[in-house]
Each structure stands twice: as structure tokens, then as C-alpha cells.
């Protein structure tokens, strides 16, 4: 159990990361295309918010049909590849939702829905599927629905600070965003690899 | 969740926003307030009257001598006048970046048949630059709300002179820093057209602005403040003149575009070094911010 674990904590802290690093981003991206106003920001966290609301939902949802890693892990790396390819069709969708769409609060909303929807959702699905299986186990877990948030949140916390304060000065915005999809790619696999599903008997 | 600090920010941003103008903290000063962007103080003070932006009430500013309306109460302000001097035959300006209104003010007065532009991205700052500045635009002028870039990326107009005020000391709108925002304006340019961005000089992101510049235009010269941390960038792919040349364009003019004194200002401007260490900013690559908390 403990590989069990280690795998939980690993996908918590690094998704919990790699949404809300992709969350500074987005802001990167947008501005050029949409302005620097508060709109934008607007924008990102609501749309944000509303990827949540799915993952959350979805991943609640699908871990009670399929409490298995492997299935979450298999939605996992397609919201990683998805994310590896942002960098190369962000610009042609701005470009397309900004000329179509003189109200910058509107363009900028249906922009970010249209790049980040099918990965932040996903990537949401994180906590709810991990609480959802460890909810399965049907016996006490010192992993409780609080903790699986607080490790999440402790990633977010990271990824917020390290990206903003760091990340953004050092790196290209397209070569930070595929190497945070290089790195959710990896912990996946990883994931896989270490067969966690098999540790828990499923 | 994770956003709640966030959202709870620009939820009290908009709370403070719909508040009505605060009233006087003392006789000094006349409003404090809130837009959507900014925290707005107007104070006045010994015949000044200041627009304040944000709480650093000794850097964010923009001023007016109440008699002389047209006095140029910055340095820099005066600097970027006398870089009007390299495309001097200029018959449409565009400004973005209002603040009080000193600018337009100016161009009002003195070069009445420039047709000016300006764009600013704030509201409450065009209503209260008109309502404690006296800014008005006239006939020949017109005033766009709306985000400078955009503003630009959805104008068909050509300009003669493209000028950016819309910096502060702590916040610079980022995207309009880029290689490829300066693409943009260029593109807006008549041949021969030039465009002045006002900075401050002390930090990272001043050399990585000229080198920027640089990497657009074929010429790119800066004035350097000596009275304030001021800098000027005038950029241009074909000038009408080079700084050694300056002062003659001055006494052109009679050496004055109303009470700014060009043949001063005009002995402030040389050609920018090539500065081999400084990043070229794209909207890639883009730490504007961080550059600008970043002492040289």
C-alpha cells in the first residue's frame, strides 16, 4: 500500500500543480490577443472554475464506475498531450476567436474555453477519483477527502509561485507549457508503471 | 477553490469600483477612488493638481501646473516632445495612455493641426481627466476607450508618430512591451514614422525595452532624464534627422512648443548602445514585470 500512496500524493501535488501553473500562463497567452485588462483575468479563473466543476464532477463520477488508477491515468495522458500541443494551436484559435469577436470579455472566455476545457477538466478529476477510491476501499484511510485537498492545494501553491515568480523570467511561455505536459506525461506513466491498481488488489 | 483569493480580489476591486468618489481626506485632496484598474488619488498641491496612480503616491503620477496648463510639470513629458522633433512634420498622432490629459493638453494648444488619437484602456480616468483637468477633446482629436494593442491591431489607420505613456514605475501592461506588439506599431506607421515610449531608466527592463526596439527598428535613439529616472526611446526605421542634429530641428521650430524649452531637452538625446546582454521580449518570452522590480 505504501506504492499506493506514493502514487496518490505524486499525482495530487503534481496536477494540483500544473493547473493552476497553466492558470498563470494562460494570462501570457491571452494579452496579446485579448488585452492585459482585468477582464482577462476574469476570463481565466472563471473559465478555470468551470473546468473544475466538471473534472470534479466527472472524476466523482467515473471513480465509482471505474475505481481503478489506470482509468484515470489513461484520461490523464490525454489531457497531457493536449496540453504538449497548446504551444502550436493557441495562436491560430486566439487569432480566429479575437477577429471574430470584438468583445475582448466574450473572446477571451470562449478562447479559454477552447484550449484549456478538455485538459483543466481532466486534470480536475484528480481529487474527486482519488477520494472516490479510497471511498471504495470501504475501511478507514489516513488519506481523507481533507487531505487529498490539502496535498492538491499544496501543489497549487508551488505551481502558482514557481511559475510566477520563476518560471516566467527563465523560460519561453510555449516551452514552460510543454514541459509541464512533458511532466504530467511522465508522472502517468510512472503511474502505470508502477501498478498501483494491482497493489490495491483491483 | 483554488482561485478564491483571486476572484475574491476582483470582487472587491469591482465592489470598490461601484463605491462613490470618496470623499476629501483633507484639503489637499480633491478625490481617492477606485477604477476597475487602479487605485486614483487627485491631490493639489502649491498650484498642482496630480492624478496619483496606486499608493506610491511619489512615482505614479501625472500632473498640471493650474496656470500654465501646458507647463511641462515632468521631465519627461518634455523629453517626449522633443522627440516629436524626429518626425516634425507629423499630421496624426497617436497616444496611448491619457493619464491627466497633460499631452493632449498640449497638443491642443500648440500644435493645433496635428489630428492627435489617444486610447486609454481606463474610463474613470477619461472622466476624471476631464472632470479635474480640464481635458476635453476637440475637433481635431479623438479619444478611444480601449486596450492600446487592440486598439491598434483593429485600427486601419496610419500614423506619423505612435507615442506610449501607458507605463507606471510597478506595473507595465505587459503585452505592449513585445517584439511583436512593436511589429504591430510599426505596421501603423507612415514611411518615416516614429514611435516614443516613456520608461524608467534604473531597471532590467529598460535595456531589455531598447534592446526590443532594436530588434524592430532600424534606428532607435534615447533621451535620458537628468532631473528624474526618465528615460526616452525614439524609434524609427528612417528619422527625419540623428541626434547630433537635434537642436537644428529645434530652432526650426523657434526652439519651443509652448513652454517647453526644446533646444534643452534636445541635448539629452543620443543614439542607444547595443546592448549585447539584454533580452529581446516576445509575447514568448515575456518577464516585463519581473524585469522592471530589477534594479541595473
Redesign the interface.
Known sequence: MPIVYAVFILLLVTFGAVVMSLEILSSNLMSPYFGGSIYIWGSIISSFMVHFSVGYVAGGYLSRRFPRISVLTVFLMIGSLWVIGIPTFYKPVCELVSDRIADVRLGSLVAMNLIFFIPISIMAMVSPYIIGITASWRRQSWLTAGMVLFVSTVGSFFGTNVTAFYLISLFPVSRIVVGLGLICLCVSFLTLALRADREMGK | ???CS??GL?FL?CLMAATPAAAAANDQTLYEGDS??HHITIREDGGERCMIFGRQRDLRQTCIDLAKPDASVFEYSAMMFAGFLFRPDAKKVCLIGLGGGYIPTVFRMHLPKVRLQTVE?DPHVDKLARKYFTFAVPANQALAI??G??FL??SRERYDQIWLDAFNSDYI????T?K??LQLAKSRLNDGGIVIQNLFCDNKLYDAQIATFQAVFAKVFVFEGQRSGSCIIVASDRPACEPAELRKQAEKRGGKIGRIDLLAESGKCRVSLILKNAPIL??????AN??LMQKK
Open positions: 477553490m483554488r482561485s483571486m476572484a476582483i476591486a476597475i484598474y484602456v480601449d486596450d494593442r487592440q491591431k483593429k501592461p505587459a503585452h505592449m513585445t511583436e506588439f516576445t509575447d514568448d518570452f515575456n518577464p519581473l524585469l
